[in-house]
């Protein structure tokens, strides 16, 4: 199976990364079931990277229907250890405009209908989310994205609702009464399994409209989003490519070792079946404990 140290979750309008070489198409099966799709494994400038598009190919997947804990499990298999995620985005502020990126650092979560964790059936794990994205990798993030002269936003509060229903007005002006950046619907529960991986995550989020609050706007429509997408996807692109090749080639960051002090079920009480499903996430912690 080749190997990438980077992976690239691609949101709407975000279907490849350009420039790679050495390409191969993986299909991969794991203890949670299938990916989104086959993962396109290459190189760019000499560094592994693993592309996934989370919605799958012709993006067939709703927000609730990806698969969020094949698609990090899959990743950590390839030896992923810095993931870096495109999500598309409606703005609570004015000053963060349709065509911007921002680059977010905290997140509210109004799912209810996902998986949102690899810790269940026997086996009891509480990851430090605190801050639920990798400050490293967001900081080479938001560096890449004034050297390419976008638009960017250094740290914000995205909420992650359902879907895939846009909001409605009441529900928009309470979450801009939180003092809430931004609103899309996919960085949970992918942020939280990928802490449990020990993966560093960090969100391109890119906006494309003003949500539902701003009625001096037309609604939020596909069309509208999907001509505005195209112009951030070229930019997170280049972004994309910056980035990975200042990705620290080692890691001194919360994600590096976010389980050394999760897991709370004693060793003999994981139940065998969970321990070989989890083999890849927690065995170097239960080496010796049988």
């Known amino acids: 199976m080749p190997q990438a140290k980077i992976g ?3 949101g709407t309008g975000l279907y ?3 420039g790679l070489t050495d390409i191969e198409e993986v299909d991969i099966n794991t203890p949670f079931g299938q990916p989104s799709n086959r993962i396109i494994v290459g190189r760019l400038e000499g560094l592994g990277i693993a592309f996934l598009p989370r919605h799958g190919k012709g993006h067939h997947l709703s927000p609730t229907e990806v698969p969020y804990q094949a698609n990090i499990y899959a990743l950590k298999l390839l030896g992923v250890e810095h993931i870096i995620a495109t999500n598309s985005v409606g703005s609570f502020k004015e000053e963060i405009k349709p065509g911007d990126l921002l680059i977010p650092d905290q ?3 109004r799912t209810r209908s ?6 269940t059936e026997g086996i009891v794990g509480h990851i430090p989310f605190g801050d639920p ?6 900081q080479t993030l938001y560096e890449a994205a004034q050297e390419v002269g976008a638009s960017a936003h250094n740290g914000g509060t995205y909420v992650v609702m359902e879907g895939p229903a846009f909001s409605t007005r009441a529900e928009s002006r309470l979450y801009r009464s939180w003092g809430a950046d931004v609103i899309g619907m996919t960085a949970l529960p992918e942020a939280k399994l990928a802490r449990e991986a020990e993966i560093c995550y960090a969100v391109i989020a890119c906006v494309t409209d003003y949500d539902s ?3 001096r706007r037309e609604p939020v429509t596909v069309d509208v989003i999907l001509n505005i997408q195209r112009h951030n996807v070229d930019t997170a692109r280049q972004m994309i490519k910056l980035a990975a090749a200042r990705v620290p080639k080692e890691r001194h960051c919360i994600c590096a070792d976010a389980l050394s002090t999760a897991l709370v079920t004693a060793p003999e009480y994981i139940p065998a079946e969970q321990r070989q499903k989890l083999e890849l996430l927690i065995g170097k912690y239960l080496k010796g404990d049988k």
């Open 8 to 10: 690239v979750i691609g």
């Open 114 to 119: 996902r998986i949102n964790t690899f810790f």
């Open 213 to 215: 609050w701003h009625e």
């Open 107 to 109: 997140l509210i979560d």
């Open 16 to 18: 490849g990364v350009e």
């Open 133 to 138: 994205f990798c400050p490293v990798l967001s």
